[in-house]
């Protein structure tokens, strides 16, 4: 029962980082109409860039504060790529899609030929924190209350955002139909840049926890995560944001199990094979679809 | 250039082309301030792509200008801010929000306080009965009525409506019709788009006729309700 | 002949052929890297084989052939007419699952690789050979009319239904013969390095071979064999430590195509005005 | 079950997108050889009957009969098979390909085999059937007026010649009938006369037609009947002359 417990509280602060990087992915699907496969390597970017501040100065807050400029930054900087993608004559979505590919390709080898001769990195025990309650093998750290905590606070204020005030309710006008929006008078630009700027954001926040909680980052640590956050706003149904809330928790706590039960790497496997199922059985996903 | 009547919306030789079809071929026109004009011709004769050409939703060539501003390098949205909004072909609004939040939408550009769509709720009485419920689930004529309010919370001084009795019952369009008159009688500039020439040239000052994206006619209205080659194009079976 | 210019010729060609079944399912809309873990499987089947129990390459080309398209069909059951995005996500996923098994089994070498597996003594005959075998196969295809009904279905669905066109049926025809193919690139892989390690088959040859097929162009199968020949070129005429940097040019390419010429190099269109000129 | 001679006999067909009717409690007939107009004004349902008759979308409620044979519950290609051919509004040509075999696509059911069978046995005989297919698609481009225009890539085409290649492709199957989505917008008056004869020579094939279209003049002189549709549902219907002097059908268009 322990053992349970102790696995059940570690998934819920694993998924809540899940649910916050669907978040950020299904914001820019539905507002920017782009599939952003890079959007976790800017996350992981931003944690060599925490580490890179902490190492040199070991200044908290500026750590912070450059981790959430550098995610915001990342973002921002995508957006005239995609803007001139999508405007060309007769792509669809896709077209983003390989053009992210691309992006990520670039980034993974920038963090393997440059930040630490490319091995992988750790965070300082300091940055990571110890623990702050023990019970038997229930052991919770400060980091897995900052990861709850945390994504509670930045998903509650996001959907305020999305439901009571004017950006957000243009971010879902231009979600349901781009068409009306623009009749409306809704200036698209504008709010799609707001979209990237506030993942942006999302992203800064999501690097700081992300590194509190595992501790350690390497290049390829955003392909796989990549691919977990595609896969859950799939299973959850493409661009449904109450259903990635669900699905990323559910996500952790099975990853949580499958450390807990399965001996060594094997237990990445048991998520993708469930996940895997899930597609292949309901290719719409559990909650519905809500884009094409 | 100065302010007076006929500059306030002012189009010279307008062309607008899908792919490689003309939509509109070099169309001038002109509203003077307070003025209700009517725009008749057939399904198709490139009445919709007029007025989407003034907000720069399909992108014009030639010369667009608006108290003194030239529209065709702005984007819609700016062009909404400077005072025209348009009431969609169809009542296009957003189906799963509520009718609230489309009229809150609708103010994007306008002055965002509780008391203008207190003003628009107030004059539409069935949205404010509505006022929390889904915007998809209402009827054809409270959507176009939605259309309407959120189309004068923008706070504009022109308004384009586009085809407003499609899809209307005979007696819901009469209601819109006599909405669109008592806006002109307030003070807003109207351009109306509308198969239904015999009608809205009742209601209208002026009008002009559109042919295959051409202009072939123009005039008051009383005097093209009386013309006979108007009768007989319009009229009679045209539908 | 010098052995650099026969590995550079060799890789083009296997790069191709990995390409070309990439290719195929694209022509209606499907980005199948389940191909890349079908590559995986049967380069370690044909590696087992040869080591283990003494098979000789045909046999073991003909076996990964079949098993390769086994593989793509049954999968293709539920993806036959998914959207890119799943079908995208499916593969990548096999991709992972694939390389995670062959990491902790022992039996496939684990992390540390195959070794040992004989190599062809004339493989670059036995790979143009094959590779003119399989252009013909895939040129007869374009020409028929499952390749014009693709056309169609990358077009628009529906016109293709409207036409009696199916698009589950065509897409699982592709996807099929696709994995035949891949099954055959992971052989002559295996057959021409002599050894395997699971790093090769992850994102890398993902990323690889989704720049080969985009800067040759999507719209003909020709438009993979310049690109495959440049982008395995490049990295050979570099400086060691500029061609370190391989995938990061390749990501700029792939960036660069999407951004202005979606199309690729080569497309139908170019080649049509180009023959008809003559 | 239905036994009549009609072609196509629809009974309270039924589609609703959410709270929209499109199509609502509609009953039609098309009688066997007739050019069928179907008018209305934007929105009133007609792309969505096409869509609806030809398997795109699923009805909500009702029955399709083609040739006494019901429909409704086949998808797109079934139906397609039986022998009804389509035009698209939006127009619909494969780009990357040339203009002859944009024709040659649409002949996919031609001698129906199974496409894997197909493949093999094609791959090793020279076939006759290729070039019996091409002389099909030249003769259908030869039929609509674009000769000459077989090597051409279809990116290339104006938007004229585009309608017209719809047309070509919708012939070439030898279908029982044709559905034509607004087969002349975008046409001036002289390439809409062009059109006209090529839909009359159609029909004189023996093959029913039903046209789409919001250019009340090319229904008027074209149909034998005519269905006027709003709000999905039937308004008018008969031979041109009653239709146009249908009092309901003036009420409800002029608020008379």
């Given at each position: 029962?322990?053992?349970?417990?102790?696995?059940?509280?570690?998934?819920?602060s694993?998924?809540?980082?899940?649910?916050?990087?669907?978040?950020?992915?299904?914001?820019?699907?539905l507002?920017?109409?782009?599939?952003?496969f890079?959007?976790?390597?800017f996350?992981?970017?931003s944690?060599?860039?925490?580490w890179?501040?902490?190492?040199?100065t070991?200044?908290?807050?500026?750590?912070?504060?450059?981790t959430?400029?550098?995610?915001?930054?990342?973002?921002?900087?995508?957006?005239?790529?995609?803007?001139?993608i999508?405007?060309?004559?007769?792509?669809?979505?896709?077209?983003?899609?390989?053009?992210?590919?691309?992006?990520?390709?670039?980034?993974?080898?920038?963090?393997?030929?440059?930040?630490?001769?490319?091995?992988?990195?750790?965070?300082?025990?300091?940055?990571?924190?110890?623990?702050?309650?023990?019970?038997?093998?229930?052991?919770?750290?400060?980091?897995?209350?900052?990861?709850?905590?945390?994504?509670?606070?930045v998903?509650?204020?996001?959907?305020?955002?999305?439901?009571?005030?004017?950006?957000?309710?243009?971010?879902?006008?231009?979600?349901?139909?781009?068409?009306?929006?623009?009749?409306?008078?809704?200036?698209?630009?504008?709010?799609?840049m707001?979209?990237?700027?506030?993942?942006?954001?999302?992203?800064?926040?999501?690097a700081?926890?992300?590194?509190m909680l595992?501790?350690?980052?390497s290049?390829?640590?955003?392909?796989?995560?990549?691919?977990?956050?595609l896969?859950?706003?799939?299973?959850?149904?493409?661009?449904?944001?109450?259903?990635?809330?669900?699905?990323?928790?559910?996500?952790?706590v099975?990853?949580?199990?499958?450390?807990?039960y399965?001996?060594?790497?094997?237990?990445?496997?048991?998520?993708?094979?469930?996940?895997?199922?899930?597609?292949?059985?309901k290719?719409?996903?559990?909650?519905?679809?809500?884009?094409? | 250039?100065?302010?007076?009547?006929?500059?306030?919306?002012?189009?010279?030789?307008?062309?607008?082309?899908?792919?490689?079809?003309?939509?509109?071929?070099?169309?001038?026109?002109?509203?003077?301030?307070?003025?209700f004009?009517?725009?008749?011709?057939?399904?198709?004769?490139?009445?919709?792509t007029?007025?989407?050409?003034?907000?720069?939703?399909?992108?014009?060539?030639?010369?667009?200008?608006?108290?003194?501003?030239?529209?065709?390098?702005?984007?819609?949205?700016?062009?909404?801010a400077?005072?025209?909004?348009?009431?969609?072909?169809?009542?296009?609004?957003?189906?799963?929000?509520?009718?609230?939040?489309?009229?809150?939408?609708?103010?994007?550009?306008?002055?965002?306080?509780?008391?203008?769509?207190?003003?628009?709720?107030?004059?539409?009485?069935?949205?404010?009965?509505?006022?929390?419920?889904?915007a998809?689930?209402?009827?054809?004529?409270?959507?176009?009525?939605?259309?309407?309010?959120?189309?004068?919370?923008?706070?504009?001084?022109?308004?384009?409506?586009?085809?407003?009795?499609?899809?209307?019952?005979?007696?819901?369009?009469?209601?819109?019709?006599?909405?669109?008159?008592?806006?002109?009688?307030?003070?807003?500039?109207?351009?109306?788009?509308?198969?239904?020439?015999?009608?809205?040239?009742?209601?209208a000052?002026?009008?002009?006729v559109?042919?295959?994206?051409?202009?072939?006619m123009?005039?008051?209205?009383?005097d093209?309700?009386?013309?006979?080659?108007?009768?007989?194009?319009?009229?009679?079976g045209n539908? | 002949m010098?052995?650099?210019?026969?590995?550079?010729?060799?890789?083009?060609?296997?790069?191709?052929?990995m390409?070309?079944?990439?290719?195929?399912?694209?022509?209606?809309?499907?980005?199948?890297?389940?191909?890349?873990?079908?590559?995986?499987?049967?380069?370690y089947?044909?590696?087992i084989?040869?080591?283990?129990?003494?098979?000789?390459f045909?046999?073991?080309?003909?076996?990964?052939?079949v098993?390769?398209?086994?593989?793509?069909?049954?999968?293709?059951?539920?993806?036959?007419?998914?959207?890119?995005?799943?079908v995208?996500?499916?593969?990548?996923?096999?991709?992972?699952?694939?390389?995670?098994?062959?990491?902790?089994?022992?039996?496939?070498?684990?992390?540390?690789?195959?070794?040992?597996?004989?190599?062809?003594?004339?493989p670059?005959?036995?790979?143009?050979?094959?590779?003119?075998?399989?252009g013909?196969f895939?040129?007869?295809?374009?020409?028929?009319?499952?390749?014009?009904?693709?056309?169609?279905?990358?077009?628009?669905e529906?016109?293709?239904?409207?036409?009696?066109?199916?698009?589950k049926?065509?897409?699982?025809?592709?996807?099929?013969?696709?994995?035949?193919?891949?099954?055959?690139?992971?052989?002559?892989?295996?057959?021409?390095?002599?050894?395997?390690?699971?790093?090769?088959?992850?994102?890398?040859?993902?990323?690889?071979?989704?720049?080969?097929?985009?800067?040759?162009?999507y719209?003909?199968?020709?438009?993979?064999?310049?690109?495959?020949?440049?982008?395995?070129?490049?990295?050979?005429?570099?400086?060691?430590?500029?061609?370190?940097?391989?995938?990061?040019?390749?990501?700029?390419?792939?960036?660069?195509?999407?951004?202005?010429?979606?199309?690729?190099l080569?497309?139908?269109?170019?080649?049509?005005?180009?023959?008809?000129?003559? | 079950?239905?036994?009549?001679?009609d072609?196509?006999?629809v009974?309270?067909?039924?589609?609703?997108?959410?709270?929209?009717?499109?199509?609502?409690?509609?009953?039609?007939?098309?009688?066997?050889?007739?050019?069928?107009?179907i008018?209305?004004?934007?929105?009133?349902?007609?792309?969505?009957f096409?869509?609806?008759?030809t398997?795109?979308?699923?009805?909500?409620?009702?029955?399709?009969?083609?040739?006494?044979?019901?429909i409704?519950?086949?998808?797109?290609?079934?139906?397609?098979?039986?022998?009804?051919?389509?035009?698209?509004?939006?127009?619909?040509?494969?780009?990357?390909?040339?203009?002859?075999?944009?024709?040659?696509?649409?002949?996919?059911?031609?001698?129906?085999?199974?496409?894997?069978?197909?493949?093999?046995l094609?791959?090793?005989?020279?076939?006759?059937?290729?070039?019996?297919?091409?002389?099909?698609?030249?003769?259908?481009?030869?039929f609509?007026?674009?000769?000459?225009?077989?090597?051409?890539?279809?990116?290339?085409?104006?938007?004229?010649?585009?309608?017209?290649?719809?047309?070509?492709?919708?012939?070439?199957?030898?279908p029982?009938?044709?559905m034509?989505?607004?087969?002349?917008?975008?046409?001036?008056s002289?390439?809409?006369?062009?059109?006209?004869?090529?839909?009359?020579?159609?029909?004189?094939?023996?093959?029913?037609?039903?046209v789409?279209?919001?250019?009340?003049?090319?229904?008027?002189?074209?149909?034998?009947?005519?269905?006027?549709?709003?709000f999905?549902?039937?308004?008018?219907?008969?031979?041109?002359?009653?239709?146009k002097?249908?009092?309901?059908?003036l009420?409800?268009?002029?608020?008379?």
């Amino acid at each position: 029962m322990e053992f349970f417990i102790a696995q059940v509280l570690n998934g819920l602060s694993l998924g809540s980082i899940y649910v916050l990087l669907v978040t950020g992915f299904n914001l820019m699907l539905l507002v920017a109409k782009i599939i952003q496969f890079a959007y976790p390597q800017f996350v992981v970017i931003s944690m060599y860039a925490t580490w890179a501040v902490l190492r040199a100065t070991n200044n908290v807050i500026l750590a912070i504060l450059v981790t959430i400029v550098v995610s915001i930054a990342l973002n921002l900087l995508s957006e005239p790529i995609f803007r001139r993608i999508t405007s060309i004559k007769g792509t669809d979505i896709n077209a983003t899609f390989v053009a992210s590919i691309g992006l990520s390709m670039v980034l993974v080898e920038i963090m393997s030929h440059s930040f630490n001769q490319g091995f992988p990195i750790s965070f300082s025990d300091s940055w990571v924190g110890g623990s702050v309650f023990r019970y038997g093998i229930i052991n919770i750290s400060r980091s897995s209350i900052f990861a709850w905590v945390g994504g509670i606070i930045v998903v509650v204020a996001f959907f305020y955002l999305l439901y009571r005030t004017m950006v957000g309710r243009s971010f879902r006008a231009i979600a349901e139909n781009l068409y009306v929006a623009k009749l409306f008078g809704i200036p698209i630009f504008k709010t799609s840049m707001m979209s990237y700027l506030i993942a942006g954001l999302l992203g800064g926040f999501i690097a700081l926890l992300l590194s509190m909680l595992i501790g350690t980052a390497s290049p390829w640590l955003g392909e796989s995560v990549a691919l977990k956050v595609l896969a859950v706003s799939i299973v959850a149904g493409l661009g449904n944001l109450k259903g990635g809330l669900f699905v990323g928790l559910a996500l952790g706590v099975v990853e949580s199990f499958a450390i807990g039960y399965v001996a060594g790497s094997w237990s990445n496997v048991i998520a993708f094979v469930i996940m895997l199922i899930v597609i292949l059985t309901k290719p719409k996903g559990l909650f519905g679809a809500a884009v094409e | 250039m100065n302010n007076n009547e006929t500059t306030f919306l002012n189009m010279n030789n307008v062309n607008v082309f899908y792919d490689s079809i003309q939509a509109l071929k070099n169309v001038s026109l002109e509203v003077a301030k307070g003025e209700f004009v009517v725009l008749i011709g057939a399904n198709g004769a490139g009445k919709s792509t007029l007025l989407k050409s003034i907000l720069n939703i399909q992108a014009p060539k030639g010369s667009i200008n608006f108290k003194g501003k030239e529209l065709t390098k702005l984007n819609t949205d700016k062009i909404v801010a400077n005072g025209i909004s348009i009431i969609p072909e169809g009542h296009l609004i957003f189906n799963s929000m509520s009718v609230l939040e489309n009229l809150q939408l609708g103010a994007y550009h306008g002055k965002k306080n509780e008391q203008s769509i207190e003003n628009i709720l107030e004059y539409f009485p069935i949205l404010r009965e509505r006022k929390e419920q889904t915007a998809g689930t209402l009827s054809g004529g409270e959507q176009q009525m939605l259309s309407i309010g959120r189309g004068l919370l923008s706070d504009p001084e022109l308004i384009l409506v586009d085809e407003p009795s499609l899809g209307l019952a005979p007696k819901i369009v009469n209601d819109i019709f006599n909405i669109l008159v008592k806006l002109n009688n307030i003070g807003y500039t109207i351009l109306l788009s509308e198969q239904n020439a015999k009608k809205s040239l009742e209601i209208a000052d002026r009008a002009y006729v559109l042919e295959t994206g051409n202009i072939v006619m123009e005039g008051k209205a009383d005097d093209l309700l009386n013309n006979e080659e108007i009768k007989d194009a319009y009229f009679g079976g045209n539908i | 002949m010098s052995s650099t210019l026969m590995y550079f010729l060799g890789f083009s060609m296997i790069y191709i052929l990995m390409a070309w079944s990439i290719y195929l399912p694209y022509r209606v809309k499907h980005l199948h890297f389940l191909t890349v873990a079908t590559m995986a499987v049967t380069s370690y089947m044909g590696g087992i084989l040869a080591v283990n129990f003494g098979w000789s390459f045909v046999p073991t080309l003909l076996l990964s052939i079949v098993i390769g398209a086994l593989i793509s069909y049954l999968i293709s059951h539920t993806i036959g007419n998914a959207p890119t995005f799943t079908v995208v996500i499916v593969g990548i996923t096999f991709v992972f699952i694939i390389k995670t098994v062959i990491e902790n089994t022992d039996y496939l070498g684990g992390t540390i690789g195959l070794f040992g597996i004989p190599m062809l003594d004339h493989p670059l005959i036995f790979l143009l050979v094959f590779l003119l075998v399989v252009g013909y196969f895939l040129y007869r295809i374009e020409h028929s009319r499952i390749g014009r009904a693709a056309s169609v279905i990358f077009t628009d669905e529906d016109l293709a239904k409207s036409m009696g066109i199916k698009p589950k049926q065509i897409g699982m025809l592709f996807q099929t013969i696709s994995g035949g193919i891949a099954g055959s690139a992971g052989v002559f892989y295996a057959f021409f390095v002599g050894s395997l390690f699971p790093d090769f088959f992850t994102f890398h040859l993902i990323g690889t071979l989704m720049t080969i097929l985009f800067i040759g162009g999507y719209t003909t199968m020709w438009g993979v064999i310049p690109a495959a020949l440049i982008l395995r070129g490049i990295p050979m005429i570099l400086p060691s430590s500029i061609a370190s940097w391989r995938l990061l040019i390749y990501g700029v390419l792939l960036v660069a195509i999407i951004a202005i010429k979606p199309k690729g190099l080569i497309t139908k269109n170019m080649l049509w005005k180009l023959l008809k000129k003559r | 079950m239905v036994e009549n001679d009609d072609i196509l006999t629809v009974q309270n067909l039924s589609k609703h997108f959410g709270g929209v009717k499109a199509l609502d409690k509609l009953d039609l007939n098309i009688h066997r050889n007739n050019i069928h107009g179907i008018i209305g004004p934007n929105g009133a349902g007609k792309t969505t009957f096409f869509n609806v008759v030809t398997g795109i979308l699923e009805p909500t409620q009702g029955e399709i009969y083609f040739q006494n044979k019901r429909i409704d519950n086949l998808n797109v290609e079934e139906i397609a098979k039986m022998g009804i051919s389509r035009t698209f509004q939006k127009g619909s040509i494969v780009e990357d390909m040339n203009v002859v075999n944009n024709v040659k696509a649409a002949m996919y059911l031609y001698n129906d085999i199974n496409p894997i069978k197909d493949f093999f046995l094609r791959h090793f005989s020279i076939s006759n059937r290729e070039k019996d297919m091409r002389e099909k698609a030249l003769e259908s481009l030869k039929f609509v007026g674009l000769e000459g225009y077989s090597d051409r890539w279809a990116d290339d085409l104006m938007w004229v010649e585009r309608q017209l290649l719809q047309l070509a492709r919708a012939i070439v199957v030898n279908p029982n009938l044709i559905m034509l989505d607004e087969p002349a917008s975008g046409m001036d008056s002289k390439e809409t006369e062009q059109v006209k004869d090529i839909i009359k020579k159609i029909n004189r094939r023996g093959i029913t037609v039903i046209v789409i279209s919001h250019d009340v003049n090319l229904v008027m002189d074209l149909c034998d009947r005519i269905t006027a549709i709003n709000f999905g549902t039937k308004l008018s219907e008969g031979k041109p002359e009653e239709v146009k002097n249908d009092p309901d059908l003036l009420e409800a268009y002029l608020g008379e």
